[in-house]
């Protein structure tokens, strides 16, 4: 998303205050230099918040200087806009009456000046200010005058109710645009929106990568435990046990009622979900009405959540993927979600809803480029037009507001794998939507607030993934386009591991669903057309383009091929319609063969729900079938929710499926499994749009038994709530505090739908929470000593102050499961000094310095900057005639350096450079 390219929108709003001699270099902003004992000035910023400089219209500055003399004084607005603007008028100050060596100078503030910090303060945007005061005299030794300069930063914050902080660690909200206001058109739906918690206990197994089986080497216990269970503590059996929390996996919910039926658009941070769940969800959602033709429950497929859900009936999946079943936990995520769906029951009240699109192009890349997406027939032949297509770079959104124009929530959905996190991570999280989904539902409260209409409830971000099946995410950081890709300092973010990576992936795309629910707002009706066709889709051996699709899944061994690139020589010698598969595992009755599909019309857009992991290009035929059946009536468009309702592996395009790649191999009933998908949208289409009969339905899959959860016997902590390894007393940004104390047995402690670790900041009234473990920039682990370790990652602008941790856990400390809890000691954060400038020269009248982050973490939880890329650097510059001057250097339109006009010839002595957020070279 190019974070740092466009970080005028997305840092803090930065006001430079810079006072200069009359005497300042002709042509600069300004001449500044820390330095000199003769006349050293100080200075203050005076003025408390944005609401006090705007009733004042001014800026307070206290100057004071040892001697006499004369400051001329001009102010400086770095990032109210996207560059560097005047925001006053100079003005000097005269300090030269004998004995008068103090002054407070109120500096007014320019009408474009007054409006911009009106509008910081309308949304709830900080301003950063930092002055300077500078003198110029001459030093004894010296013939020539210097600049003596002293600098005060603080920022301004809105002050006004309503306002709420942001979390840490993700980016302060941008500039925007004011909203426009809500519309007056008659409403005849209501809605509502909730969210829970379905992570499982520490120990769970996680679903999605087969190398965390254990099944090919399995330790000494592993047989016992698989036939057995005689450990009830144990939940992991045949895949590696989870060891601690990313963040929170949750559950999140919107429901819709219109014409007096209700509908559920429904998101679970799951790898995949067997329809089991989906039915017993509609079970206990039952009170609702929610029905199952109106429930689109979709997996985002995270490869870091639950693993043991998959029912007998789903045993290909779990073994493969996922560890065998146990209900404890399957009763875990049932309940969460039915907790989200009826949530959002309650919230129920009249809404408006609109649909919003974005296009999204630096989020994710085609990971089967070579080997299987340009084996199809209708791609672009011109290679950048090819690679250009290879991805779905379409977001869409459903916006979701109250009547009163309060966000509610947002429908998003965009093809993208969520696997920033490989097969080594063993931490529950939500991969890269996690970032988005808190960036978006803060954002979402932040403006509802700012423009005086707080949201009733937390809004909720439903993420649902599109056509993702080859599709995988770009968390590379961005780069320098005027430097190599081999140049060590061609990135600009420091990202180095998964925790980079998905914070950066989950930006991006958390840019893009802002975007699209901005274009929204324009069309936001209370009136929409609402409507659904379902139907249960059996993969019997039903033709398709000529072929059977099933009734036997074959997984194919992937990658496998003869010497001219082909699998088999032959055609379907494993099975009929299974083509030239290689046959890796038959397995008749391993996974599911019947599956529910919908089509849901939303408005003006059609959603195609498919329980399985399309290719990009497949979905793109689909798509372009239904939207070929409606008549016109979906003009935002058809999309694809995958992994909805069920999960039925992968499904590739019959081209693809030759390829005998990855994709292929698991779309498991056939080469023409695809175009069967593709005949079943189109008849629901027909029948949605053009008022045809509903395809035969297949008979819906018996339901399976969840079994009875045997709750856990937590194994005694007595020493739980004591402190292992207390917290450093003084941590500075860019940094991690850690904080290590026994808890209890996993099987109880961190539990679940409640704050587990809590960071708390000292405000007035004391310590308050500012965010938990579910944050995206920590990380809670757990050791078999049953310690507990929190890290927090600091970024660049988390505010400064003193911290603390608590914790607020269960455990068994001898006498049954109670409630503990620790806290530590508190911690101070600081700045961060450790900018160091790497690259200085000055050509065509102008210098130029780069300058860049340093201080990082051995593991960084976060994607933390590399170049600096705001604030200013203040330059001692020595000349052609051999005078010394000081200029502040300001970033360039790209920010990719500093930059200021000096004479020709000229050499720079010296740097001191300061970000937007108040972090220094020193």
């Given at each position: 998303?190019?974070?740092?390219?466009?970080?005028?929108?997305?840092?803090?709003?930065?006001?430079?205050?810079?006072?200069?001699?009359?005497?300042?270099?002709?042509?600069?902003?300004?001449?500044?230099?820390?330095?000199?004992?003769?006349?050293?000035?100080?200075?203050?910023?005076?003025?408390?918040?944005?609401?006090?400089?705007?009733?004042?219209?001014?800026?307070?500055?206290?100057?004071?200087?040892?001697?006499?003399?004369?400051?001329?004084?001009?102010?400086?607005?770095?990032?109210?806009?996207?560059?560097?603007?005047?925001?006053?008028?100079?003005?000097?100050?005269?300090?030269?009456?004998?004995?008068?060596?103090?002054?407070?100078?109120?500096?007014?503030?320019?009408?474009?000046?007054?409006?911009?910090?009106?509008?910081?303060?309308?949304?709830?945007?900080?301003?950063?200010?930092?002055?300077?005061?500078?003198?110029?005299?001459?030093?004894?030794?010296?013939?020539?005058?210097?600049?003596?300069?002293?600098?005060?930063?603080?920022?301004?914050?809105?002050?006004?109710?309503?306002?709420?902080?942001?979390?840490?660690?993700?980016?302060?909200?941008?500039?925007?645009?004011?909203?426009?206001?809500?519309?007056?058109?008659?409403?005849?739906?209501?809605?509502?929106?909730?969210?829970?918690?379905?992570?499982?206990?520490?120990?769970?197994?996680?679903?999605?990568?087969?190398?965390?089986?254990?099944?090919?080497?399995?330790?000494?216990?592993?047989?016992?435990?698989?036939?057995?269970?005689?450990?009830?503590?144990?939940?992991?059996?045949?895949?590696?046990?989870?060891?601690?929390?990313?963040?929170?996996?949750?559950?999140?919910?919107?429901?819709?009622?219109?014409?007096?039926?209700?509908?559920?658009?429904?998101?679970?941070?799951?790898?995949?979900?067997?329809?089991?769940?989906?039915?017993?969800?509609?079970?206990?959602?039952?009170?609702?009405?929610?029905?199952?033709?109106?429930?689109?429950?979709?997996?985002?497929?995270?490869?870091?959540?639950?693993?043991?859900?998959?029912?007998?009936?789903?045993?290909?999946?779990?073994?493969?993927?996922?560890?065998?079943?146990?209900?404890?936990?399957?009763?875990?995520?049932?309940?969460?979600?039915?907790?989200?769906?009826?949530?959002?029951?309650?919230?129920?009240?009249?809404?408006?809803?609109?649909?919003?699109?974005?296009?999204?192009?630096?989020?994710?890349?085609?990971?089967?480029?070579?080997?299987?997406?340009?084996?199809?027939?209708?791609?672009?032949?011109?290679?950048?037009?090819?690679?250009?297509?290879?991805?779905?770079?379409?977001?869409?959104?459903?916006?979701v507001d109250a009547a009163d124009g309060?966000?509610?929530?947002?429908?998003?959905?965009?093809?993208?794998?969520?696997?920033?996190?490989?097969?080594?991570?063993?931490?529950?999280?939500?991969?890269?939507?996690?970032?988005?989904?808190?960036?978006?539902?803060?954002?979402?409260?932040?403006?509802?607030?700012?423009?005086?209409?707080?949201?009733?409830?937390?809004?909720?971000?439903?993420?649902?993934?599109?056509?993702?099946?080859?599709?995988?995410?770009?968390?590379?950081?961005?780069?320098?386009?005027?430097?190599?890709?081999?140049?060590?300092?061609?990135?600009?973010?420091?990202?180095?591991?998964?925790?980079?990576?998905?914070?950066?992936?989950?930006?991006?795309?958390?840019?893009?669903?802002?975007?699209?629910?901005?274009?929204?707002?324009?069309?936001?009706?209370?009136?929409?057309?609402?409507?659904?066709?379902?139907?249960?889709?059996?993969?019997?051996?039903?033709?398709?383009?000529?072929?059977?699709?099933?009734?036997?899944?074959?997984?194919?061994?992937?990658?496998?091929?003869?010497?001219?690139?082909?699998?088999?020589?032959?055609?379907?010698?494993?099975?009929?319609?299974?083509?030239?598969?290689?046959?890796?595992?038959?397995?008749?009755?391993?996974?599911?063969?019947?599956?529910?599909?919908?089509?849901?019309?939303?408005?003006?857009?059609?959603?195609?729900?498919?329980?399985?992991?399309?290719?990009?290009?497949?979905?793109?035929?689909?798509?372009?079938?239904?939207?070929?059946?409606?008549?016109?009536?979906?003009?935002?468009?058809?999309?694809?929710?995958?992994?909805?309702?069920?999960?039925?592996?992968?499904?590739?395009?019959?081209?693809?499926?030759?390829?005998?790649?990855?994709?292929?191999?698991?779309?498991?009933?056939?080469?023409?499994?695809?175009?069967?998908?593709?005949?079943?949208?189109?008849?629901?289409?027909q029948s949605l749009y053009g008022g045809?009969?509903?395809?035969?339905?297949?008979?819906?899959?018996?339901?399976?038994?969840?079994?009875?959860?045997?709750?856990?016997?937590?194994?005694?902590?007595?020493?739980?709530?004591?402190?292992?390894?207390?917290?450093?007393?003084?941590?500075?940004?860019?940094?991690?505090?850690?904080?290590?104390?026994?808890?209890?047995?996993?099987?109880?402690?961190?539990?679940?739908?409640?704050?587990?670790?809590?960071?708390?900041?000292?405000?007035?009234?004391?310590?308050?929470?500012?965010?938990?473990?579910?944050?995206?920039?920590?990380?809670?682990?757990?050791?078999?000593?049953?310690?507990?370790?929190?890290?927090?990652?600091?970024?660049?602008?988390?505010?400064?102050?003193?911290?603390?941790?608590?914790?607020?856990?269960?455990?068994?400390?001898?006498?049954?499961?109670?409630?503990?809890?620790?806290?530590?000691?508190?911690?101070?954060?600081?700045?961060?000094?450790?900018?160091?400038?790497?690259?200085?020269?000055?050509?065509?009248?102008?210098?130029?310095?780069?300058?860049?982050?340093?201080?990082?973490p051995m593991r960084p939880l976060a994607?933390?900057?590399?170049?600096?890329?705001?604030?200013?650097?203040?330059?001692?510059?020595?000349?052609?005639?051999?005078?010394?001057?000081?200029?502040?250097?300001?970033?360039?339109?790209?920010?990719?350096?500093?930059?200021?006009?000096?004479?020709?010839?000229?050499?720079?002595?010296?740097?001191?450079?300061?970000?937007?957020?108040?972090?220094?070279?020193?």
């Open positions: 998303m190019a974070r740092r390219i466009e970080m005028a929108a997305r840092r803090a709003v930065v006001a430079t205050v810079v006072a200069t001699t009359v005497l300042a270099v002709a042509g600069d902003h300004a001449s500044a230099r820390v330095g000199g004992r003769n006349q050293t000035p100080g200075i203050k910023i005076l003025t408390k918040d944005e609401s006090a400089a705007l009733a004042r219209k001014r800026i307070d500055i206290r100057v004071r200087v040892r001697r006499p003399d004369r400051v001329r004084i001009t102010v400086l607005a770095l990032n109210l806009g996207t560059r560097p603007a005047y925001v006053t008028r100079a003005r000097t100050l005269n300090l030269d009456r004998l004995g008068v060596t103090t002054r407070i100078a109120s500096i007014p503030l320019t009408r474009s000046a007054l409006v911009e910090l009106a509008a910081a303060r309308a949304t709830c945007r900080s301003v950063r200010i930092a002055a300077f005061a500078s003198v110029r005299a001459t030093r004894r030794r010296h013939k020539q005058p210097r600049t003596h300069i002293r600098r005060n930063s603080r920022t301004l914050r809105p002050h006004r109710k309503g306002c709420r902080p942001q979390p840490p660690g993700l980016p302060p909200p941008g500039v925007g645009k004011p909203p426009p206001p809500p519309p007056t058109n008659k409403i005849t739906i209501r809605a509502g929106a909730a969210n829970a918690d379905i992570t499982p206990p520490v120990g769970t197994p996680m679903f999605a990568f087969t190398a965390r089986s254990n099944v090919f080497g399995p330790s000494l216990d592993r047989p016992m435990q698989i036939l057995a269970d005689p450990d009830t503590n144990l939940y992991a059996k045949t895949f590696e046990p989870s060891q601690g929390i990313h963040t929170r996996v949750r559950a999140r919910a919107i429901v819709i009622e219109s014409g007096g039926k209700k509908y559920a658009l429904v998101q679970a941070d799951l790898g995949g979900l067997p329809y089991a769940l989906t039915q017993e969800v509609l079970k206990r959602v039952a009170s609702t009405a929610i029905t199952g033709d109106r429930l689109l429950l979709s997996a985002t497929h995270t490869h870091s959540s639950s693993g043991a859900i998959w029912s007998v009936d789903n045993s290909g999946y779990a073994y493969v993927g996922g560890d065998a079943y146990d209900p404890r936990v399957f009763e875990q995520v049932a309940s969460g979600i039915t907790e989200a769906i009826l949530g959002a029951n309650a919230n129920l009240t009249p809404a408006r809803i609109g649909v919003g699109t974005s296009e999204l192009r630096t989020a994710s890349n085609n990971r089967r480029f070579e080997s299987q997406f340009v084996h199809n027939t209708d791609i672009p032949k011109d290679p950048a037009a090819r690679r250009a297509d290879s991805i779905d770079p379409r977001l869409t959104v459903i916006r309060s966000p509610i929530g947002v429908w998003s959905n965009f093809a993208v794998h969520p696997t920033s996190f490989g097969a080594r991570n063993l931490l529950f999280s939500a991969d890269h939507p996690a970032t988005t989904e808190r960036f978006v539902e803060a954002e979402l409260a932040r403006e509802g607030s700012a423009r005086g209409t707080p949201p009733a409830h937390p809004p909720v971000d439903v993420w649902t993934n599109a056509n993702e099946g080859d599709i995988s995410p770009n968390g590379d950081p961005p780069t320098d386009p005027t430097l190599s890709s081999n140049d060590p300092h061609s990135a600009l973010d420091y990202i180095v591991n998964s925790f980079g990576g998905a914070n950066e992936t989950g930006r991006r795309v958390a840019d893009g669903v802002l975007s699209a629910w901005r274009d929204a707002a324009p069309a936001m009706t209370g009136s929409p057309k609402i409507d659904v066709r379902h139907t249960f889709m059996a993969l019997d051996g039903t033709k398709a383009d000529g072929e059977p699709v099933g009734p036997v899944p074959i997984l194919g061994a992937g990658g496998v091929t003869l010497p001219d690139g082909t699998c088999l020589p032959a055609d379907n010698p494993a099975f009929p319609g299974q083509g030239t598969k290689f046959p890796a595992v038959i397995g008749p009755g391993a996974v599911p063969n019947t599956h529910p599909v919908s089509l849901m019309r939303i408005g003006p857009l059609a959603v195609i729900a498919f329980p399985s992991e399309l290719t990009k290009q497949m979905g793109k035929r689909i798509r372009a079938v239904v939207a070929g059946q409606t008549g016109g009536a979906a003009p935002a468009g058809t999309i694809i929710a995958g992994l909805t309702n069920s999960y039925n592996s992968y499904v590739a395009t019959p081209e693809e499926y030759a390829a005998c790649a990855y994709e292929g191999s698991f779309t498991l009933w056939g080469r023409e499994q695809g175009p069967r998908y593709r005949d079943l949208a189109k008849a629901l289409a045809a009969p509903p395809p035969t339905s297949a008979a819906e899959p018996p339901e399976v038994s969840p079994g009875t959860p045997q709750p856990p016997t937590a194994k005694p902590t007595p020493l739980a709530g004591t402190v292992v390894t207390d917290v450093v007393p003084k941590v500075t940004r860019f940094g991690q505090a850690v904080f290590k104390w026994n808890g209890g047995d996993p099987s109880v402690d961190a539990p679940r739908d409640k704050a587990f670790v809590t960071l708390e900041r000292q405000g007035a009234h004391g310590f308050e929470p500012v965010a938990t473990e579910d944050s995206v920039v920590d990380v809670t682990e757990h050791a078999r000593d049953q310690t507990w370790t929190e890290t927090w990652q600091f970024t660049e602008c988390d505010p400064l102050g003193t911290y603390r941790f608590t914790v607020h856990g269960m455990a068994n400390k001898g006498s049954g499961v109670g409630p503990y809890s620790a806290t530590s000691k508190p911690f101070d954060l600081g700045k961060s000094t450790n900018i160091s400038a790497y690259s200085k020269s000055v050509s065509d009248g102008r210098a130029h310095v780069r300058a860049e982050y340093g201080g990082f994607d933390l900057p590399l170049r600096v890329r705001t604030g200013f650097a203040v330059l001692t510059v020595k000349k052609p005639d051999g005078s010394v001057d000081d200029v502040v250097a300001l970033p360039d339109p790209a920010g990719l350096e500093f930059t200021a006009r000096v004479p020709d010839g000229s050499a720079i002595q010296s740097i001191s450079v300061e970000d937007s957020c108040g972090n220094t070279s020193g």
